[in-house]
């Protein structure tokens, strides 16, 4: 695969200039996109670095606690939105996360790539990624329309129903989507690389079947785990 030279790099960013003076000459606030861009570059060019740290470390203890941290950031963060303290559902989004999360990433790592070691980091860290980002993001859109459904008086049942149904949204038409309006990023990274399309789609099956699997289990495990402190919930809202 090509190798991307600063020079080349800097090429990318001249349609970003382009929109930005747009943005600015449109009397469109371009401070917050001109942030965002910035932010985008500072933190990639740390995690390359980080990454590669985490590359050649042989200790499974060190990635571990890498996937540790990874989870407990999905869970705080998913938490963001909701009207209630995170205090009080980080326990809820954690194992909800850690569960339906870490399940998907036992059999994708040892049962469908087989990666050995088994705390590869190329591999492992990536794929977590990938698991818990989805995770935390239908977590994220569960929590906040179970919420919703309950300032409108509905019971448990219907709003942990219409709460999963609504998280579950985004996956699917990403599922309805993909082939057809987009070829999504580790299929196309691959293709670029050289790999044979047809070796490139099995893989990207196997990231939609695990991005399913691992935001609809849970975001369930979360609403599920509410139902015990439903009354408490209630009395916090009102």
């Known amino acids: ?56 470390s042989d200790s499974y203890g060190f990635i571990l606690l890498v996937l540790v941290i990874m989870l407990f950031a999905a869970s705080w963060i998913s938490l963001t939105a909701l009207p209630i303290a995170r205090k009080h559902l980080l326990r809820y989004s954690f194992v909800a996360i850690l569960l339906g999360g870490g399940l998907n990433l036992i059999f994708i790592s040892q ?10 980091p190329q591999v492992l860290i990536p794929i977590a990624g990938m698991i818990f980002s989805n ?17 409108h008086d509905e ?20 599922l309805l989507a993909v082939g057809l309006v987009s070829l999504p ?29 691992s935001a609809g289990l849970s975001a369930a495990l979360f609403l599920y785990l509410l139902k015990n402190h439903y009354q408490n919930i209630i009395q916090r809202l009102k």
């Open 1 to 56: 695969m090509y190798e991307i030279t600063l020079i080349d790099l800097a090429i990318a960013f001249i349609p970003v200039t382009i929109t930005l003076f747009l943005l600015h000459s449109w009397s469109v606030s371009s401070r917050n996109a001109l942030l965002s861009i910035i932010r985008m570059l500072i933190q990639l060019l740390l995690i390359g670095y980080v990454l590669n740290f985490i590359f050649v």
């Open 111 to 120: 049962g469908v790539l087989h990666i050995d070691p088994w705390y590869q």
């Open 135 to 151: 995770s935390m993001n239908t977590v994220s859109l569960a929590g906040e329309r179970f919420f919703s459904e309950l300032r």
């Open 155 to 174: 019971d448990y049942i219907q709003a942990r129903n219409s709460a999963l149904q609504a998280a579950m949204i985004p996956i699917i038409n990403s």
């Open 185 to 213: 990023g580790m299929m196309t990274g691959q293709i670029l690389s050289g790999i044979s399309p047809l070796i490139a789609a099995r893989y990207q099956i196997m990231v939609m079947c695990m991005i399913f699997g």
